[in-house]
């Protein structure tokens, strides 16, 4: 399984990602799934991949190296050459139907599901900034100012507070700690999802990431943020008067 | 969607049910998920349902009149005369396969899913208390010591706040308590989970349901707990220090 998230609030954007993949229950590694196209004050580019890591790092190969489908003429177009996020997404969505087309029959013969999807956000010069969750079929939605994050793979157990703590207005780094908080909660309730963690930071209008960084197991701030936030969910359901419907305690 | 959790803690057993039910998103309808097979002084049984609902409703209704499978030798067993608990759980199985052999023509011709799915607990006698959780093959599990509450249907939203909040030796009334904790996370983040609620308690050796009551709208003592709750969350992460990954502020 996989848990990733991506937040775009006013100041800018930031994803989240956890690295544990697995192929049944007896065969668990880490992966990095948050991966950077970035070009030093040019573009900042940031995509998240859940579902099969060979449809994944395929993908993510091919965005790199240019996407050769049919629709291409000249040079197979790379990630790093879309003149707009717009346009950058429009092509993650035909890497992903390229490679369902080079992998279909393989797949089927072997009864595997193609299930992929992706969070891509960033900024390419004075453009907007933009976040987009992108699916299968390679189409694709964006985040709105009304719901300011989207996530993908593992989702529902993390969603409950990112419902509650995140709008368009919140800070960047508030955002950053209620999608630690998403992340733990989803950690506790499915071993599918683990550390460590990738996060990055964008500000918006700084074309050059202001976090890129791998929370390890034992890190000292998530594992603070952790037991603050086990001790605060104690204290705040304990505060709760008892419910009133049985007979007098 | 439904969402039923049921608790089984040292104290006794509580179950908790939505009442929302949807065919498509267009027709939304409220009925009740917790059914009740009493005995005064003799069996408190509660049954939550999740899934289809002609197929739970006919499940109901048949553990009411008589399961009349070919297992069935005279008259057709009802769940009122059941001896034991597991004996009780294994007539639900029952009712579940025959209700599935006379529908499944019908439900394959329309290519509708024949998705159920029951939390059935309570007491009878002086056999143990016990809460089983039956699937749509009529298979079952029970709860355990070391994982005192079971769910149905949409679960994830509200599964946190249980795997950190209750354990065996936590009060029935604080078990209650997590649970419409559990109960309002899942309604915030999906709308085919609302109001009004069901709720149950048993205390363990009363044979006599010391709660069994409906949590309608705008209800005092539900809506205080939602708002401390949204309270307590949003002052437990802005009482979490800022991510440190970032540039100094």
Redesign the interface.
């Given at each position: 399984m996989t848990y990733c998230v991506g937040v775009l609030v006013e100041d800018g954007l930031l994803m989240i990602a956890d690295t544990r993949t697995n192929a049944g229950l007896d065969n668990i590694s880490t992966y990095r799934k948050l991966h950077m196209f970035n070009e030093a004050d040019e573009r900042v580019m940031m995509l998240a991949s859940a579902g099969n890591l060979s449809m994944t790092q395929s993908v993510v190969s091919m965005l790199h190296e240019g996407v050769d489908d049919e629709e291409t003429e000249g040079p197979p177009p790379r990630l790093r050459d879309a003149p707009t996020m717009f346009k950058a997404a429009q092509l993650v969505g035909r890497a992903i139907r390229r490679v369902r087309e080079i992998e279909k029959a393989g797949f089927e013969a072997a009864n595997l599901r193609m299930e992929v999807s992706f969070l891509f956000g960033g900024q390419i010069g004075t453009e907007p900034m933009r976040l987009f969750m992108i699916y299968s079929a390679g189409n694709f939605i964006e985040c709105s100012r009304d719901a300011p994050f989207l996530q993908i793979g593992e989702h529902?157990?993390g969603?409950?507070?990112l419902?509650?703590?995140v709008t368009f207005e919140t800070d960047?780094?508030?955002a950053?700690?209620?999608g630690?908080?998403s992340m733990d909660?989803t950690m506790?309730?499915n071993l599918g999802v683990g550390l460590p963690i990738d996060?990055a930071?964008l500000r918006r209008d700084r074309l050059d990431l202001?976090?890129n960084?791998r929370i390890e197991a034992g890190e000292s701030?998530f594992h603070?943020?952790r037991e603050?936030?086990?001790a605060?969910?104690?204290?705040?359901?304990r505060?709760?008067?008892?419910?009133?419907?049985?007979?007098p305690r």
């Open positions: 529902k157990y969603k409950p507070i419902d509650r703590a960047l780094y508030d950053l700690k209620v630690l908080v909660s506790r309730s996060i930071v202001e976090v960084y701030y603070d943020l603050r936030w086990s605060a969910l104690r204290a705040a359901h505060a709760i008067p008892r419910p009133p419907y049985g007979p």
